[in-house]
Every structure is written in structure tokens, then in C-alpha cells.
């Protein structure tokens, strides 16, 4: 079974540039995730969808990041204009239908580390 | 709102020895636990998870946890350390209606001497 796609692995550029991070989840499942980890801290939730429709962005700084999640399928993280503090590594992950009772596994990618000069 | 806290940020122990990673959760009801791992390069696997039940759960690698309410606490061991286990631990908690949001900690790196 193939795992959580993301591109690109790595990507440098200065601030105030643009940038777009792509995910591809686990084929089935229809909760995909995005997940901020900056360097010495555990990730944070950036937004998570169901489907395609957004279940929760309270996290997401919405003047500079975007998401989207056309069809339901693969999604698009982007941040315009980047700033330093948006040096991290971003991670994509996915899981089956959440059912509120009980959780289910996610299943993370390796992941995109933005460096921001 | 829910937290966790993993007091220990770097952690070194010999190869063959005992490894017990410590975690403490902040949160009114009982939780949905889990711990993660996460090797260089890599994205995150989860080791094992608690839900219910039996208190002591079993996990990939030959890990373990313990839930303990009275401590708040979600400890990880392995009685014996391999050289590959070295990596960043991560534990992380998510509660029933939280939509599958998991809150984590900062992580633990573990280093393994040989």
C-alpha cells in the first residue's frame, strides 16, 4: 500500500516569497491533514479536511497560508508571502473517515522543510 | 484546552538497557493517548495508542506504555534498547469530539550509545 505523498522534500527561499507544498493521501482515506513542525517543537495542526471540506483552520495564519482539497483528493499548501518564522517542516497526513467516538490512526508523510532566508 | 508535556528533551542510554520515555497529559476527560516516532528524514510513525481498557498496551518495536490517571501520565518503555530506536519521540493526545485533532508534545530525542 502506498503511503502519504509529498512534494517537494526541500525548499529555500527568501522572504516575502511564495510557496506551495502538495499532498497526496493514502488512496481511501477522507481525512487529510496539514501539520506545521518547527524545529525543536511537536507539529502543530495547520487544517484538517474531511472530503473536501474544511473541518478545522482555527490554526492557520489566513492572511499568508491557503489550502485546498479539490475532489477530495490530493491537497495544496500554500504560504504568500513567507516569513523567517516559517522555516518548518511541513507535514501531510491522512486518515480514514473520522468517527467522533473514536479516533483513527493518522499516517504522516515524510514531510516538506521550508527554509526561509 | 488540552496540553502535553514531555519533560525529558534529550535522553542517552546504552545499548541493551532499559528506556522509559515520560509523558504527562493535561486534560478534564479521559483521553485518546498516543506515542509517535519519528526517525531522521522521516515522517511520523505511531508506536502504539490507548483508548480504553487495559492500562498497560503493547506496541510496535517491542514498545510499551502505561496509562496511569491518578499521574496523568502516558510513560513509554522498552526493556532493551537497540541501536535503531534512536530517533524523536513523540507523544500526543486527542479526546472523544475532538474531530481526530492530536495535540503533541515537543518530543524527546533519544540517542543510543554502543
Known amino acids: 500500500e502506498a503511503g502519504v505523498a509529498q512534494s517537494p522534500r526541500y525548499k529555500i527561499i527568501e522572504k516575502r516569497q511564495s510557496v506551495a507544498f502538495w499532498c497526496n493521501p493514502i488512496?481511501?482515506?477522507?481525512?487529510l491533514y496539514w501539520y506545521q513542525q518547527i524545529l525543536g517543537q511537536g507539529p502543530k495542526l495547520l487544517i484538517q479536511?474531511?472530503?473536501?471540506?474544511?473541518?478545522?483552520d482555527s490554526q492557520l495564519p489566513k492572511d499568508r497560508f491557503s489550502a485546498e482539497r479539490l475532489k477530495g483528493v490530493d491537497s495544496t499548501l500554500k504560504i504568500q508571502p513567507a516569513k523567517l518564522e516559517d522555516s518548518a517542516v511541513y507535514l501531510c497526513?491522512?486518515?480514514?473517515?473520522?468517527?467522533?467516538?473514536?479516533?483513527?490512526?493518522?499516517?504522516f508523510g515524510e514531510g516538506s522543510r521550508l527554509t526561509v532566508l | 484546552a488540552q496540553s502535553v508535556t514531555q519533560p525529558d528533551i534529550h535522553i542517552t542510554v546504552s545499548e541493551g538497557a532499559s528506556l522509559e520515555l515520560r509523558c504527562n497529559y493535561s486534560?478534564?476527560?479521559?483521553?485518546?493517548l498516543f506515542w509517535y516516532v519519528q526517525s531522521p528524514g522521516q515522517g511520523l510513525q505511531l508506536l502504539l495508542k490507548?483508548?480504553?481498557?487495559?492500562?498497560l498496551v503493547q506496541g510496535i518495536k517491542g514498545f510499551e506504555a502505561e496509562f496511569k490517571r491518578s499521574q496523568s501520565s502516558f510513560n513509554l518503555r522498552k526493556p532493551s534498547v537497540h541501536w535503531s530506536d534512536a530517533a524523536e519521540y513523540f507523544c500526543?493526545?486527542?479526546?472523544?469530539?475532538?474531530?481526530?485533532?492530536?495535540?503533541f508534545g515537543t518530543g524527546t530525542q533519544l540517542k543510543v550509545e554502543l
Open positions: 497526513a491522512s486518515s480514514l473517515v473520522v468517527r467522533q467516538a473514536i479516533p483513527g490512526e493518522l499516517f
Open positions: 488512496s481511501g482515506h477522507a481525512t
Open positions: 479536511f474531511q472530503n473536501n471540506g474544511v473541518v478545522d
Open positions: 486534560y478534564g476527560a479521559t483521553p485518546y
Open positions: 490507548y483508548f480504553s481498557g487495559d492500562t
Open positions: 500526543a493526545v486527542s479526546f472523544t469530539g475532538g474531530g481526530n485533532k492530536l495535540t
